[in-house]
Every structure is written in C-alpha cells, then in structure tokens.
C-alpha cells in the first residue's frame, strides 16, 4: 500500500506541476488573455488530478484504519480510465481544441482499451469485493475520517461535474447529430460550490481527531479560524469588495491558512516543552519526522493560495481593447499605454510584427513593451504573444490584436490581472510540499542484542514497604 501511495503521488506531482505549466504557458506565451477557458484539452488533465486528489486522501483512512479499500481501488481503476479518456480527447481529433492533435487512426484503439481497462478494473473489483471489504466503520461525523470522506465525494463530485460539460458535447454529436457547446458559465456556476465546499473541509479536518471529537474541544478548536474568516470578509466588505462567493473564499482561505498554522504551532510548541529547543529547529525536527504529514500541510497551504488567486484573477480583472495611433495614448486603472510604433522581422518561417508600447503607471516610466504577432504562411490566424509586467498585487498584461491598418491604427487589448502570480507561487508551494512528502525514508535497521547473561539473585533481608505519594510513578 505504501508502494502504491508513493507512486501515485509521484505521478499527481507531475501532474500539478504540468497544469500550472500548462495555465502559465496559455497566459505568458500564447497571449489568449487568461490561464484557463475550460478546454477539453484542459479538462482532460484536470479530471484524473481529481479523483487522483481524492484517492490520496482517502488511502490515509486505508492506512490508519483499514477502512474504504473497494473505494480506493475504485478511484485508482477511475483515474488510470481517465487518463487514457484524456489521451483519446488528444489524440483522436474528437474535440475541436487548440491543443488537440488533427484526425488520426488511433482514437479506436484508445477507446477500446478505454473499455477493456474498465471492465477488467472493475470486474477484479467486484470479484474481491467480498474479501477486501474492512469490518471498521466511520464512528462518528466529527472524526478526521468523516471529513476525509466528505473530501472525496466533493472532488469526485467536481470530477462528474467536468466530465459531463466535456464529453456531453461529443455524446449528442454522436447520438442525435446535435452540435452543442458546454462553456465557461457552466463550469464556473457549478464548480465554485464545490471548492467552496472543499476550503470548509480544509479547514475543519486538521482540527479533528480519528474516530471521534468532542463537540466542546472542536468549537474551542475552530474558534480562532472561525474568528479570522469573520473579520476578513467584514474588513473585504468595509473595503468595497463585492460579490459574496469571492468574499466568502476568501475568508475561508484565510481560515484555512490559520488552522494549518495553529496545527503546526502547537505540535511545535509542543515538542519545545520537552526538549526546550528553538522554534525553528524544533520546526525543522518535526517536518524531518513527519515529511508526509508536513508535505500534505504545505499542498494545502498551496491551494489556499491557488484559490485565492483564481478567485481574485477571474473576478476583478479589467479589459479595455481599444485603437491607437502612433503617440496616442489609452488608461486603465493608472497605467498610460502610449503606442509608439510598429516593427516587423521576416523569417521564412513566419513574420513578426511587434508594436512597441510605452508605458507609465501613476506618472512612473516602466519601459517599452513589445506585444506580438506571428504569422506563418499556411495559418489561417496569426498568433499572438503578449508583454506582461507581473507584480505582487496585478499584472499588466498586452496583447496586440490586430496589424496597423491604413491609417496606421493597430488594435490593443489592455488587461490589470490582480494576483495572477499568487497562481505559480501556489503551483510551486505545492510541488515543494509533494516533494516533501514523498521523499523517502530511510528506515533504521536494528541490530539484534547480544544475549545477556542471567545475573545471580543473592538472597537478602526483606526491605521496608515504600509508599508512593501523590505525582509519582
């Protein structure tokens, strides 16, 4: 079991890494003005790091109590059937996506392997179902498994929802003839719940024990968390920021974020009471410890940031596209864009016309940026790369969007992005903590004792009756 969480967390590693990759490289290379459209493409990758979430939660639960073995081995057969579900979307030509590969003779052989790797998964399943089945069960609702069960129905939950936007289009092409299209309104209404649903669990589940908690200790517990997301959404409030899911996730996320602290300060505290070390080597020693647990914190703490970001980003960003002349200017949120002219370099691969734009941000010169455009001789669209000045707070973020004209016009898009680099700090938090937590151990071997001789007992006068006070032992 061991074997199979490392190598399941290695390729969920990977998998991250490339999905923040994958959204960095839409958002500063490509120039399409976001991270994320809900591709098929994207999805497909997204899917199987779902379930593959859910089933490294839930195999703690396995290792701790033996319990919910049917539904890890289902998760597992779920993921591994998704990815090759993934690869055929890729590779068939089935979907019409940027990153999809043209019509090719593969997609059957994918499709039936598809079928022949389910059946089989799931028939060994049920063909063992009777003997992998654990005696335990969940003993209460306010236990860590309870939370962690909960976890996993949020995410497959989540994985059904992006499943059915992606491949529903596909279904009632085949079926009925019907071309249809599942965009982003639908995504975004029906998976924000959910992570909504997920950032409460993440809150919540460190602060609980196995089996059962007290009603009593889990309110003192969730006290200070509770304390901290109510006075950030006032503050968020007081301050202006309007809609109440971006609020309310962001006074989660910095609920979650608190708990994450109090769990690792106490256990801190803790060992500082009995070895009387500094904070940070008694840090040190327990993350050296316990690297699977501190890894799995800091994912967490990843994904605190990640949401923060994607709620921020997708919410409060602003666009003006407008038309300029050589020396006119255009303004957004305090930037001054002033275009200066254009420049053309000619390949014979392609031919890149850049426009150089000055920029000044509250009366601050920033530079020129040079926005782009490729265009191939046999493409029927020209391909863009924008200019990004990334920031702690926004982005500003300029794609070209059109060649100068006869007047000498050329159109540009001007986007203020807020907390997009939080995305790749986050995506980056979450590798280190999946390195950390699938580091391997090196166990100690022990080496057997030498055999000790018997030491005579010497025949001695009985010795007085000691009574043991009060504190001893």
Same mark, same amino acid.
């Given at each position: 079991?061991?074997?199979?969480?490392?190598?399941?967390?290695?390729?969920?590693?990977?998998?991250? *890494?490339?999905?923040?990759?994958?959204?960095?490289?839409?958002?500063?290379?490509?120039?399409?003005?976001?991270?994320? #459209?809900?591709?098929?493409?994207?999805?497909?990758?997204?899917?199987?790091?779902?379930?593959?979430?859910?089933?490294?939660?839930?195999?703690?639960?396995?290792?701790?109590?033996?319990?919910?073995?049917?539904?890890?081995?289902?998760?597992?057969? #779920?993921?591994?059937?998704?990815?090759?579900?993934?690869?055929?979307?890729?590779?068939?030509?089935?979907?019409?996506?940027?990153?999809?590969?043209?019509?090719?003779?593969?997609?059957?052989?994918?499709?039936?392997?598809?079928?022949?790797?389910?059946?089989?998964?799931?028939?060994?399943?049920?063909?063992?179902?009777?003997?992998?089945?654990?005696?335990?069960?969940?003993?209460?609702?306010?236990?860590?498994?309870?939370?962690?069960?909960?976890?996993?129905?949020?995410?497959?939950?989540?994985?059904?929802?992006?499943?059915?936007?992606?491949?529903?289009?596909?279904?009632?092409?085949?079926?009925?003839?019907?071309?249809?299209?599942?965009?982003?309104?639908?995504?975004?209404?029906?998976?924000?719940?959910?992570?909504?649903?997920?950032?409460?669990?993440?809150?919540?589940?460190?602060?609980?024990?196995?089996?059962?908690?007290?009603?009593?200790?889990?309110?003192?517990?969730?006290?200070?968390?509770?304390?901290?997301?109510?006075?950030?959404?006032?503050?968020?409030?007081?301050? *202006?920021?309007?809609?109440?899911?971006?609020?309310?996730?962001?006074?989660?996320?910095?609920?979650?974020?608190?708990?994450?602290?109090?769990?690792?300060?106490?256990?801190?505290?803790?060992?500082?009471?009995?070895?009387?070390?500094?904070?940070?080597?008694?840090?040190?020693?327990?993350?050296?410890?316990?690297?699977?647990?501190?890894?799995?914190?800091?994912?967490?703490? *990843?994904?605190?940031?990640?949401?923060?970001?994607?709620?921020?980003?997708?919410?409060?960003?602003?666009?003006?596209?407008?038309?300029?002349?050589? *020396?006119?200017?255009?303004?957004?949120?305090?930037?001054?864009?002033?275009?200066?002219?254009?420049?053309?370099?000619?390949?014979?691969?392609?031919?890149?016309?850049?426009?150089?734009?000055?920029?000044?941000?509250?009366? #601050?010169?920033?530079?020129?940026?040079?926005?782009?455009?490729?265009?191939?001789?046999?493409?029927?669209?020209?391909?863009?790369?924008?200019?990004?000045?990334?920031?702690?707070?926004?982005?500003?973020?300029?794609?070209?969007?059109?060649?100068?004209?006869?007047?000498?016009?050329?159109?540009?898009?001007?986007?203020?992005?807020?907390?997009?680099?939080?995305?790749?700090?986050?995506?980056?938090?979450?590798?280190?903590?999946?390195?950390?937590?699938?580091?391997?151990?090196?166990?100690?071997?022990?080496?057997?004792?030498?055999?000790? #001789?018997?030491?005579?007992?010497?025949?001695?006068?009985?010795?007085?009756?000691?009574?043991?006070?009060?504190?001893?032992?």
């Amino acid at each position: 079991l061991r074997l199979i969480r490392t190598a399941t967390l290695l390729a969920w590693g990977c998998l991250t *890494g490339g999905i923040v990759l994958g959204a960095w490289w839409s958002y500063a290379v490509r120039g399409w003005g976001g991270y994320w #459209a809900w591709d098929p493409v994207e999805n497909a990758a997204l899917i199987p790091w779902l379930t593959g979430t859910a089933f490294l939660h839930s195999v703690i639960v396995q290792q701790r109590r033996g319990m919910l073995r049917v539904w890890n081995l289902s998760l597992l057969v #779920a993921t591994y059937c998704l990815t090759i579900l993934g690869t055929f979307l890729t590779r068939s030509g089935v979907v019409n996506s940027v990153h999809a590969f043209t019509q090719s003779d593969v997609g059957p052989v994918l499709l039936g392997y598809l079928a022949v790797a389910a059946v089989v998964g799931l028939g060994l399943i049920g063909w063992r179902g009777d003997r992998l089945r654990a005696p335990g069960r969940i003993d209460s609702v306010l236990s860590r498994e309870a939370a962690f069960l909960g976890n996993n129905l949020v995410l497959t939950a989540l994985a059904t929802v992006v499943v059915t936007g992606t491949v529903f289009p596909l279904i009632a092409a085949a079926l009925w003839g019907k071309q249809l299209s599942v965009g982003e309104p639908y995504f975004n209404r029906m998976s924000a719940p959910l992570g909504i649903a997920l950032l409460v669990l993440m809150t919540v589940a460190p602060l609980l024990p196995y089996r059962a908690a007290d009603p009593v200790v889990l309110r003192r517990r969730l006290f200070v968390p509770g304390s901290v997301a109510a006075a950030t959404m006032a503050i968020l409030a007081a301050a *202006g920021v309007t809609g109440a899911e971006q609020v309310l996730t962001f006074g989660l996320a910095a609920a979650a974020a608190t708990a994450i602290g109090i769990q690792t300060g106490s256990a801190v505290h803790a060992r500082r009471t009995g070895t009387d070390e500094h904070r940070l080597v008694a840090l040190l020693a327990l993350v050296t410890a316990n690297r699977r647990h501190y890894g799995g914190l800091i994912v967490h703490l *990843g994904v605190v940031v990640i949401a923060v970001a994607l709620a921020a980003s997708h919410s409060y960003s602003s666009r003006l596209e407008t038309q300029l002349t050589e *020396g006119s200017s255009a303004a957004l949120h305090g930037y001054t864009v002033t275009y200066l002219d254009t420049t053309a370099h000619s390949t014979p691969q392609k031919l890149t016309l850049a426009a150089r734009l000055r920029v000044h941000h509250h009366g #601050a010169d920033l530079g020129v940026f040079r926005p782009s455009l490729a265009i191939f001789p046999r493409a029927t669209e020209a391909i863009g790369t924008p200019a990004v000045r990334p920031g702690p707070v926004s982005d500003l973020y300029l794609t070209l969007a059109s060649s100068p004209n006869q007047a000498g016009e050329v159109t540009v898009d001007i986007f203020v992005n807020p907390l997009v680099s939080w995305l790749w700090f986050g995506g980056l938090v979450m590798v280190g903590g999946t390195v950390l937590a699938g580091w391997p151990v090196r166990r100690k071997q022990r080496r057997p004792r030498a055999p000790v #001789a018997p030491v005579p007992v010497q025949e001695s006068a009985p010795e007085s009756p000691v009574v043991v006070g009060a504190g001893q032992s």
